[in-house]
């Protein structure tokens, strides 16, 4: 028996329109000489040029006088050295300035995949059958440098599925260093970062057991000016502030659609991108939910695994995963504890599936091998498309294989319910593999998912098409369940 999948007509396409204003810095002696200038214009010259540009960028930005003045604020160091400070300056001026140093950014220009799902906190004035989802979004724009976007999506009764409008702007959160660092765990991250053990071991002797940010940036920069003659040192410095930046909470303000908010590259060590978010509705043992999610930060060498909190999708606390088991792509969290532990997929080895349990959610160690590549539609590599589904007959993993030509297939494993390093049943063939209207795109031959959810007795699996688009695939649960358990490995 061969399963039927649903592939839905709905289909979500990157959107150039959506823009975000970012600081844009071109170097130190280009930029002292705009502000020169800028300063030296009458009021009349700064007005008739400032003027205008409000009115054009005030349609495209929410509070686009806010952003220009934050981004003049970041150029206190450049009106030092030209003998003037930003208390000093008009306010015209201030936004001139800060015009000149913001460029837009349009974040789904190239690409807008690798979607996750999970029930809205918010399930009010909705009929029998009905659910409001939030759906995220893997989008890449200029650089390939990737954020995690959002949709608000109602699935009816019988499991169509209607993506709602997105909102008129695209806003960046404001971002909090208000973190207290363990310096064991801290450090320990900081040599998987491959920053100079001598810097670390001098930084060491210099923090309490636990710590703040400002005392760290106070140390870093003492540091740095004992060596100012030694660049090389100096950027080992700045790395430890870089990872310190991984660290953070960012809150939306209240009147932002989930449309509106975008997570955007923070730190250095994620400049490079924010990769395949993994949203999860995490039940605590006290019934308390909270939605977690992991997804890989790149600076363009390095990996780093970071984890999401949230409530509410408003505010989103910031933290990197510690440990051995804590490396590489592919981590996914269970929904909730499992004989009192939080328990974490993950794929250490960039190729088998391992599984791994912990009394913290942020410290993950000793991965256990779960399963290796096994059909010929997988042989290069195996991961999870997202966290496990629960059900009453075991753990639903839906995975993904990557076979001949790269082509990337999703499949399905289950695990039991006490005891999930036991698998008890798989899918010989995929359940979705990418035909002739999904194998084109960004990365050709891909379809990839980072999480699903169950509606109305159907699986429903939102899924990348070729790193460039999304869509949805419904299947029966019931006999998706059936055809797991009947199912005998075939090598």
């Known amino acids: 028996m061969r399963l039927h999948i649903d592939r839905k007509p709905v289909k979500v396409y990157p959107d150039t329109k959506r823009v975000i204003a970012r600081f844009f810095f071109n170097g130190e002696e280009r930029a002292l000489e705009v502000i020169r200038k800028v300063l030296e214009f009458s009021d009349a010259k700064v007005f008739s040029l400032i003027s205008p540009i409000l009115q054009e ?35 015209y001026t201030r936004l001139l300035i800060g015009a000149y140093f913001t460029h837009e950014y349009s974040i789904e220009s190239a690409a807008f995949f690798n979607p ?76 998987y970062a491959q920053i100079d053990p001598s810097v670390l071991e001098e930084v060491e002797g210099k923090l309490d057991d636990k710590f703040e940010y400002t005392s760290l940036s106070n140390v870093i920069k003492d540091s740095k000016n004992l060596n ?61 939910v909270l939605y977690y999610a992991t997804y890989t930060a790149f600076d363009g060498s390095l990996i780093i695994p970071k984890l999401v909190q949230t409530e509410d999708f408003y505010e989103f606390k910031v933290i990197p995963l510690y440990g051995d088991g804590a490396q590489n792509k592919n981590l996914a969290l269970f929904p909730r504890k499992i004989n009192g532990k939080y328990v974490m997929m993950s794929r250490i080895d960039g190729w088998n599936n391992y599984l791994m349990f912990s009394d913290k959610v942020n410290v993950w160690e000793n991965p256990v091998l779960l399963k290796q590549p096994r059909y010929c539609w997988e042989l290069v590599q195996i991961g999870n498309c997202g966290s496990p589904i629960e059900t009453e007959k075991g753990w639903i993993v839906i995975t993904h294989g990557v ?6 297939c999703i499949g399905a ?10 698998e008890i049943g798989h899918l010989v063939e995929p359940l979705i593999i990418p035909n002739n209207d999904e194998r084109e795109g960004y990365v050709p031959n891909v379809v990839y998912s980072c999480g699903s959810i169950i509606s109305n007795g159907e699986l429903i699996i939102p ?24 199912e005998k490995p075939i090598l």
Not at 254 to 261: A, C, G, L, V
Not at 464 to 482: K, Q
Request: glycine share 4%.
């Open 57 to 91: 960028y005030s349609k495209r930005h929410r509070n686009i006088t806010k952003i220009l003045t934050r981004h003049c604020k970041k150029l206190k160091k450049q009106f030092t050295t030209l003998g003037t400070t930003f208390e000093d300056i008009d306010e």
């Open 116 to 191: 996750s799902i999970v029930d809205d906190p918010d399930q009010t004035d909705l009929v029998e059958g009905e659910k409001r989802v939030i759906i995220s979004f893997r989008a890449v724009g200029e650089g390939h440098i990737s954020s995690i976007v959002f949709r608000r999506a109602l699935i009816d009764a019988k499991n169509n599925i209607q993506v709602l409008p997105v909102g008129n702007y695209v806003d960046e959160a404001e971002v909090i260093k208000n973190a207290i660092y363990v310096k064991k765990l801290f450090l320990k991250k900081a040599a």
């Open 413 to 422: 494993t289950l695990l039991d319910l006490d005891d999930p390093t036991k």
């Open 463 to 486: 899924y990348g098409l070729s790193d460039y688009s999304s869509s949805f695939a419904t299947v029966n649960l019931e006999l998706l369940l059936n055809k797991l358990l009947e």
């Open 403 to 408: 076979g001949p030509m790269r082509r990337y």
């Open 228 to 288: 100012k003659d030694n660049p090389q040192r100096l950027i080992e410095y700045d790395k430890v502030l870089w990872l310190s930046d991984t660290y953070h909470t960012i809150i939306f303000s209240k009147d932002t659609d989930i449309s509106d908010r975008v997570i955007f590259p923070i730190s250095e060590f994620e400049r490079k991108g924010i990769e395949d978010a993994r949203f999860v509705k995490f039940v605590k043992d006290d019934g308390k």
